[in-house]
């Protein structure tokens, strides 16, 4: 795990936010802001904020599904932020991603057979003639049986129907995973059972996954890493237990506090986050949480914080994270509720 697989260097993307005017967008979304990472072979990062802090949109620019406006993305110590579609297509069978809602990412015309075939063309090492026992391969490694294989996406639970999207995803033999809230849609018992196959597929094909999602409590059981995201920049990257045990970024803090646990005096700790996620056309200067910060202090107001390092490949974004930390405000659950 000591090798990046996917690395990204001040990566910013940003949409036009109005009409443009003279041929110039009137402002910009600003949806990743000088976001640099690098996503070690075989472990599972996790990526995690609140809604529209701008998370998906990193994970699909990888992909090439949302465009780079600066900075670099390497896979493999390979430059791919930047190459045209054709080019890409290259890298595209190595890289895939598992979406949210599987009712609208399998087609309903389509029999799984043909949904899996279609991934199955972009595996060069499959020949056509082998596809159905392929794809009866696949639905065995998501946990279906072959009798599914001519069966139509609305014959499944919504649980079955993310094993397809999985089954689908591997179909092309890939490297890298990116999945975009793939267990939110699910109910929790299906959740849990989807993220066991993950994790053993993970570890079956020695797998490099990135997994998106806003619930903190579900990374400790799925990441090696989890990279905390405020308001398009990543404000916190940890190995998962120490995020959890001693998070050094207030945002973590507060995320960690809001995650509801099962006992009756903890839930009248629950530290909740005063304020709105700030608009990403028209985020604050400085450090972007700083109006939502209890600790904020002139310079978190004018100052974009730098990375400071924590240790292997864990760092912070924040200007006091070392006094809060000395001071053990960072310690204290009740602190920012
Ligand atoms: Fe809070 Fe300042 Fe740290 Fe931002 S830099 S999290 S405002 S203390």
Same mark, same amino acid.
């Given at each position: ?7 990204? *260097? ?27 990472? =690098?996503?070690? @072979? ?44 054709? =080019? ?20 309903? @015309? ?13 595996? =060069? ?56 809230? =793939? ?55 940890? *190995? ?61 107001? @004018? ?35």
């Amino acid at each position: 795990m000591n090798e990046p697989l996917v690395e990204l *260097e001040r990566v910013t993307i940003r949409f036009p936010d109005e009409r443009p005017v003279f041929r110039k967008p009137a402002s910009w979304i600003r949806a990743v802001s000088d976001v640099s990472l =690098a996503i070690m @072979k075989g472990e599972c990062l996790g990526l995690v904020g609140e809604s529209g802090c701008g998370k998906s949109t990193m994970g699909r620019a990888i992909l090439k599904l949302a465009p780079l406006y600066a900075g670099n993305i390497r896979f493999m110590g390979e430059e791919i932020g930047r190459l045209g579609e054709k =080019a890409f297509n290259r890298y595209r069978p190595r890289m895939q991603m598992v979406f949210q809602d599987p009712r609208v990412s399998l087609n309903p @015309k389509m029999t799984v057979f043909r949904i899996l075939s279609e991934a199955l063309h972009l595996n =060069a090492a499959v020949e056509k003639t082998a596809y159905l026992e392929q794809a009866v391969k696949l639905l065995d490694l998501v946990d279906l049986r072959p009798e599914h294989i001519y069966r139509y996406p609305h014959e499944f639970s919504g649980g079955q129907q993310q094993r397809i999207c999985i089954a689908r995803a591997l179909a092309t033999d890939p490297l890298f995973v990116v999945f975009d809230e =793939a267990t939110s849609a699910l109910d929790v018992s299906v959740q849990a059972q989807v993220i066991n196959l993950m994790k053993a597929l993970q570890e079956k094909f020695g797998l490099t996954y990135l997994f998106i999602s806003h619930d903190l409590s579900i990374m400790a059981h799925v990441c090696t890493r989890v990279a905390v995201m405020y308001a398009g920049r990543v404000v916190e990257v940890r *190995e998962a237990a120490a995020l959890f045990e001693s998070p050094r970024h207030p945002y973590t803090k507060a995320l960690k506090n809001a995650v509801p646990v099962a006992d009756p005096e903890s839930v009248k700790q629950l530290g909740i986050l005063k304020g709105e996620v700030p608009s990403l056309s028209d985020p604050p200067p400085g450090c972007p949480f700083h109006p939502r910060c209890a600790y904020a202090e002139d310079i978190c107001k @004018k100052e974009v914080p730098g990375i400071s390092p924590l240790g292997e490949k864990s760092w912070v974004r924040c200007h006091l994270h070392e006094q809060l930390w000395n001071l053990g405000k960072l310690r204290n659950r009740k602190e920012l509720s």
